[in-house]
């Protein structure tokens, strides 16, 4: 019940609560605002999300309307639901992740006077998507730049991004760069007599797992596997080229896991193939397990990948240069570890997730004393139910 504590109230919300560099995002972060604050999470869907929010101590909040998908009346409904949820929670903080949650999340926010409304950009949607999609998002996010106390973004180049297409501004924007759990991932032993080449991802746009088929069939060096980690609206036209292109001895399909961690450190090189990225949290996971990246040089992939140190970045969708790139990788086991050694010790000493943590708390502390933590949001009158 609210009032039943004396800790600021906190909903975190976000589209779908599946598997995601978003939902990651809001897993990592979990643990340490439910330490302090009543913390409440709310998203659609099943996932592993649930889970986390359970773990941390924080209430899960199932939504019913909110979903990705741009729909009219539905996303009415979700708006509508979502100042329910708001109006019966009267939280101090909401901190909306990915598009679709963060447009309606705001709105509703404001519309019902709580007073710190955060919205973490995990890579702008006018960018992700093209035609009518991309100028909707984009003139939605200018639109609830106003309504936003701080825009958390994951990259500097996010930022900039913002900055330019003016769904941002400077004065109440931050870089808060994603994070892993160092200590607890597994290292590759890079000991694989045939080397493992990984993708882990959504098989759906942005991810852009046809260029990285298309890459690996045009290897002129065939001794390696490949494992896609994930699942999708696209497995099927996957799978369609796998088969058209004759790769289905060396190429597997894993679909979605709960061990990519044990997978990553039984692997030898990560690769990314996006049109379209913030920070990937994906990118971070195979940094710890000591792998080397070969990557779109998309978003803020050039803050996590140092080319030609940690790994290499490729122009998004030139299936030449992906499979050029990977080909050096698959005959050089030397290069692959002391890439994979170098990627490791950048995680470490930049991308750890107690820094992480400690940034998002202090902009959490500053926003709540400048509101005065222990005033009540206003109640606003119940609306016909």
């Excluded at 779908?16 to 643990?31: T, W």
């Excluded at 099943?46 to 009219?72: K, Q, S, Y």
């Excluded at 200018?142 to 958390?152: E, F, K, Q, Y």
Aim: net charge neutral; hydrophobic share 45%; proline share 6%.
């Amino acid at each position: 019940m609210p009032g039943a504590t004396a800790r600021p109230r906190v909903l975190l919300l976000i589209t779908l609560a599946e598997v995601g560099g978003a939902q990651s995002y809001v897993a990592a972060l979990l643990p340490a605002l439910a330490e302090r604050y009543d913390v409440t999470l709310a998203a659609y869907g099943e996932g592993p999300l649930r889970e986390a929010a359970a773990r941390a101590g924080a209430r899960f909040v199932p939504l019913r309307n909110v979903r990705r998908p741009i729909n009219p009346l539905r996303d009415l409904a979700g708006l509508i639901e979502l100042r329910r949820l708001m109006r019966r929670e009267r939280p101090h903080v909401v901190h909306a992740n990915s598009s679709k949650a963060g447009v309606l999340g705001r709105v509703a926010a404001a519309t019902t006077g709580v007073p710190i409304r955060f919205f973490t950009v995990h890579g702008w949607a006018f960018s992700a998507y093209s035609g009518l999609a991309s100028l909707l998002y984009r003139f939605a996010d200018r639109t609830m730049a106003s309504l936003t106390t701080v825009t958390i973004c994951v990259s500097e180049r996010e930022l900039a991004d913002g900055l330019q297409a003016g769904t941002c501004s400077a004065e109440r924007s931050v870089v808060i760069h994603n994070a892993v759990d160092l200590a607890a991932a597994p290292r590759s032993r890079h000991d694989r007599a045939t080397p493992r080449l990984i993708a882990v991802g959504r098989l759906k746009a942005p991810k852009d797992f046809l260029t990285l088929i298309r890459a690996l069939a045009g290897l002129s060096n065939q001794g390696y596997e490949a494992l896609i980690v994930g699942d999708g609206p696209d497995r099927t036209a996957v799978e369609a080229e796998i088969r058209r292109l004759g790769v289905e001895d060396r190429v597997q399909l894993a679909g979605e896991r709960s061990d990519v961690p044990e997978l990553l450190a039984a692997s030898d090189v990560f690769v990314l193939s996006s049109r379209s990225e913030g920070l990937p949290v994906s990118v971070l996971e195979a940094m710890a397990a000591e792998l080397p990246v070969v990557a779109s040089g998309v978003g803020g992939l050039a803050e996590l990948v140092d080319d030609g140190a940690t790994g290499i970045l490729v122009p998004p969708g030139d299936e030449p240069a992906l499979a050029q790139a990977l080909e050096r990788m698959v005959e050089d086991s030397e290069l692959r570890q002391r890439f994979g050694a170098a990627g490791r010790a950048r995680a470490e000493s930049s991308f750890d997730l107690s820094a992480f943590q400690r940034a998002h708390l202090e902009l959490y502390d500053r926003q709540l004393g400048l509101a005065g933590a222990v005033t009540e949001p206003p109640v606003e009158p119940a609306e016909g139910r």
